[in-house]
């Protein structure tokens, strides 16, 4: 068994337009601009399925009034159908692997004086198990999931918990 922590990260718009309920935290706020988070697997994974149980968020500003959020993954890079601070909707509901909750107001949310962390595990179960159907990335996307007030170009960055089930030469 082997363990990866993939990471990326992006900064949203130099704003502080508050989001609702059900809003899109993305890096643009044009939808066909609109990047997913991209986690490129390594090798190892490609051959064999993984789990992926947990994941942490960071993000650059302080305030954690809020801050809760739902982090949607899949298996082919998904259109976002609004820009930042939009409703979240999406396409590629046959490529969807799943969601996982990080709430940053409470434990094990904390904030640090450089930013605040969160994590989060599978909502629906201790882990999900992901099989790629092709290619070697997951995608992600970040929905806010409450009237989350951000900070200006506030960057957020994603590491994903992932476990090997077979790892290469065992």
Request: hydrophobic share 40%; proline share 5%.
């Amino acid at each position: 068994m082997q363990i990866y922590n993939p990471s990326a990260s992006f900064a949203r718009p130099a704003d502080t337009t508050v989001y609702a309920a059900g809003d899109l935290v993305a890096n643009n706020t044009t939808a066909g601009s609109v990047v997913p988070l991209s986690f490129t697997m390594q090798s190892n994974i490609v051959i064999g399925p993984f789990s992926l149980w947990r994941c942490r968020l960071r993000k650059s500003t302080t305030s954690v009034a809020n801050a809760s959020f739902r982090v949607h993954l899949y298996e082919a890079s998904p259109v976002a159908a609004n820009g930042d601070n939009g409703a979240y909707t999406t396409d590629k509901s046959a490529n969807y692997l799943g969601f996982i909750n990080v709430d940053m107001t409470t434990a094990p949310g904390a904030k640090f004086n450089d930013g605040a962390v969160g994590i989060g595990a599978a909502a629906a179960g201790s882990d999900f198990n992901v099989r790629l159907a092709s290619g070697t990335t997951v995608y992600a996307l970040i929905e806010a999931l409450a009237a989350y007030t951000p900070g200006s170009a506030e960057s957020f960055a994603l590491t994903l918990e992932l476990i090997e089930h077979y790892p290469r030469g065992g």
